[in-house]
Each structure stands twice: as C-alpha cells, then as structure tokens.
C-alpha cells in the first residue's frame, strides 16, 4: 500500500530493502519525549496565531501526551513502515482523535521538526554530561584531598622527573575536566536557538510566531535563516568534538591507572567493585573498567568523524543523509555518560598507596634538579654548569649502586670541591615538594589551597 503520509501521487508501497534502509525507527524512538514537546509548542503556538482553531490545538496537546505516555509506558505499537518517530507519533494521534490530528502538520516540515527534536536532546546531553563530569571532580577532589602532601613521581617520558604530591595530580585532572565542561557550556549556548518553523526549508506563508515556539522549548530565541536551520547540525558535532576532548582526558587517567595498578607500579589499589579476577590466573586483579574507558572512547571519536564525513558534502539544505546523525550522536553520548560514572566510581573507591608512592618518589635521582637548583642558590654556580656538575654526581651514584642521598660527602665534594653538608637538605622527597611553593607548583600549600578553592566551586 501506499504510504498514508504522502500516499497521493504513489501507487505502490516500498520494497522491503527500501523500508530497511530508509527508516530511522529503530533509534530516533528515542527522540519521542523531544518530538512530543516540539509539535505540543507547535499545535499551541499555530492556535495562538488563529492557524488552527484552540479545541484542535486542545485535542492535538492531549492526544499527543496520550501518546507519550503510551510509549513511557511500553505499549506503543512502533511501525517500520512508518519511518520514523515523528510519523509514528503523528499515525497514533489520527488513530486517536481523528481529523484534527491532521492539522499539527500545517506550517511544519519534518525537516524543522527533526532539527528541533535533535536539538533538545544533545542541549538536554550537554546538561546531563555537565552533571557527571561535576561528580567525576568530587571523586577527584576527594582523593585530593585525602592525600594533598602525599609525594609521588612526577613523570616526563613516564621516565622519573621530580617528585610531586598526590593531591597536585589529582587536582590536574579536575582542572581538565573543568575545561570540558566549559566547553559543552559553550556548546550549548551555542545551539540554545530553535529552526522550528523553518518549514522544509524556506519558511512559511502562514503567520506563525518562531518566537513563541522558541521560548516555549526554553530556547533564546528563532534561528535567522530558515535555509540553515535545517541544515544544520553543527551543534551535535560540537558535542561530540567536546566529547571527543572529554573523552581523550579520560581514557589518559585510565591508561594512568592501569599502569598505577600493575605488580609493578603498586600506586593504587581498585576495589574490589571495580576490579575483576581472572578464570586461570587466581592472583590476578584486572582493572577491567579503566581499560574500558579507554577502549569505549574510540567510540567517540569515530561518532565525531563519521558525522564530520556525512556532512562534508551535503549541498544545503536537507539530504537523507543527515538522518545518519543520529545513531552516531545517541550512542557517543551513551558511551561518554557510562565513562563517566565508571571513571568516578573507580576513582572514589580506589586507594593509593602512601608508602610505595613515596618509595618510587625517592628512586631515579628525583630529586637531581634540586641538588642542581642548591648549587645556583647557595654556591653561585650558573644553571648549566650546575646542571653539568649534578649529572656527574648521578654518574656517580649509579656507578656506585646508590642514589643520591646516599651518597658521602667525600663523593660529592669529588666532583665539586664547594659541596657543604646541607646540601643533604634538599635531596629529601618532602623537602623537594614543600619547596616548589610558585603559583600552581605541587607544594602541599599550594595543593590545598587550591583544594580549597575547589570546594568552594564545585558542590
Ligand atoms: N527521519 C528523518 C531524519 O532523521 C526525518 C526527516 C525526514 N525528512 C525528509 N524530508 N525526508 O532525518
């Protein structure tokens, strides 16, 4: 048969490859709630207007969260042969109060419709993300917290480079994040305008009000060209480049903590909820969701050049093409919100290891540009040659099997005659991190008081 929605020039049906290709049911269902509230503004707002008259607009509004609640509740009866959401919910409503069901179309494309539908639900993304990347900082500054002057290594290459506090790496992760969720922020603010009422893409002879159905959907305002408005989807692909950046930063702190977990490293220990065993290996403890993370994040990215690629060549303004943002976007989302609360849950529940931390902080001459940092202050050495002068006393301790607090000072004063004994001061772990006090350097000071500041924002 032909198709009901625009039936009146086709005489035969869709082959069935046709159907399969074509719908989108399968997934813009999740569109249902957006699609709902879109045509809901749009039946009122063609009311306010006198398009229609109020008790179709009145039946149009009930008969549509019939609908909705129908389809929260399971009993929708989802058709392939109708496409998509949007026809699926207008069929429903004619099968259920009849002609006036017919006029919510008037002065409305599904092109507009989809773009508005499409567009609340990443706006609606951005806010959840924004919430879970706020939890994943509290688990961040939780352990922060617990362990703000707690010395660690600090790595450049993952070779050894200075010592560092445990709360200062915390803390960088939470300043990332930070940035991430400003720029979903942006993003949203960006996108925050309606294409509602573009029409199929040049507007409308009715005289309707955009503004109205934008204010309606808690957008700031109409689009400008109805053209672009249904051409659009740059919002959805900058959240996903934002969640593409989000993403990146969290599969590093699960890279980071899958190395941190290993037999090897001994820095944190995950919890048994976060922690799987292994069928064979009855000793293993595997960090399966830090790996996840960082596999899943794969996702993400694809989702962001897949629909770069979709939309690169599309002339304007709609091209079937476009209904392929949607998968895409849906399941970068859904992967990014599960990231996301595994990265927190692990994190909140995992616990570093104080004393193996501080044991790594002390080997690999860490504290090097210390002794070479004494050398400028306390001896007047210029920094390339006490650069020079320290890189032969670690010449030397390696040569001897030691480190460089174990060394004498005979061995020191081998290589500079100037050497005094509290040169032994600096070389010490704490006393490395205590003395990088500069703004946002890792001294335990520093750390909580940006902890402080931290706790002040984040709630
Ligand atoms: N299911 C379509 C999509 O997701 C809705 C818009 C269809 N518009 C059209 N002119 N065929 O893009």
Redesign the pocket.
């Known amino acids: 048969n032909a198709n009901t929605m625009w039936g009146g020039r086709f005489a035969a049906g869709p082959d069935a490859i046709m159907e399969a290709i074509n719908a989108?049911i399968g997934f813009?269902r999740r569109l249902a709630p957006q699609d709902i509230a879109g045509s809901r503004a749009h039946a009122a707002m063609l009311a306010a207007c006198g398009i229609i008259s109020d008790t179709d607009a009145e039946a149009i509004g009930k008969g549509l969260l019939t609908v909705l609640s129908e389809i929260e509740t399971g009993d929708f009866p989802f058709s392939t042969a109708l496409?998509?959401?949007?026809m699926n919910v207008e069929s429903r409503l004619r099968e259920l109060i009849g002609e006036p069901a017919g006029r919510l179309h008037t002065a409305r494309?599904?092109?507009d419709?989809?773009a508005v539908d499409?567009r609340l639900w990443v706006r609606d993304q951005c806010d959840q993300v924004d919430v879970a990347l706020e939890a994943l900082q509290l688990s961040l500054l939780g352990q922060a917290e617990a362990g703000a002057d707690w010395v660690m290594p600090g790595f450049t290459h993952l070779q050894t480079a200075q010592p560092v506090t445990w709360g200062h790496h915390m803390l960088a992760y939470v300043e990332m994040l930070a940035r991430d969720r400003g720029r979903f922020a942006d993003a949203r603010k960006r996108m925050n305008l309606s294409p509602l009422g573009a029409a199929?893409l040049a507007g409308t002879s009715f005289p309707i009000n955009r503004h109205m159905t934008a204010e309606a959907l808690g957008f700031d305002g109409p689009m400008a060209n109805s053209l672009d408005a249904v051409s659009d989807r740059d919002f959805a692909l900058e959240f996903l480049a934002a969640a593409s950046i989000c993403a990146m930063h969290l599969s590093r702190l699960a890279e980071e903590l899958v190395i941190w977990s290993s037999a090897q490293f001994r820095f944190v220990k995950m919890s048994d909820k976060w922690s799987t065993g292994s069928s064979i290996m009855p000793q293993k403890r595997n960090p399966d969701a830090a790996e996840l993370i960082r596999a899943k994040i794969g996702r993400i990215f694809g989702a962001n050049v897949a629909l770069m690629t979709v939309m690169k060549g599309l002339p304007l303004t709609?091209s079937?093409d476009?209904?392929e943002?949607?998968e895409q976007t849906f399941d970068a989302a859904d992967s990014l919100m599960l990231a996301l609360a595994a990265m927190a849950g692990m994190v909140a529940d995992m616990t570093a290891n104080r004393d193996v931390l501080k044991s790594a902080a002390s080997s690999g001459f860490s504290t090097a540009t210390d002794l070479a940092d004494w050398l400028v202050r306390e001896l007047g050495l210029p920094f390339r040659e006490a650069h020079h002068v320290t890189g032969s006393l670690v010449a030397l301790a390696e040569s001897k099997g030691c480190d460089l607090p174990d060394l004498t000072l005979a061995d020191m004063q081998s290589v500079h005659a100037g050497i005094r004994p509290d040169v032994f001061d600096v070389l010490g772990v704490e006393n490395s991190v205590a003395s990088r006090t500069s703004y946002g350097g890792t001294a335990p000071a520093q750390v909580r008081a940006r902890i402080a500041g931290w706790k002040e924002v984040l709630t």
């Open positions: 989108s813009d496409e998509d959401i949007h494309s599904r092109n419709q989809v499409f199929a709609y079937k476009m209904q943002d949607k």
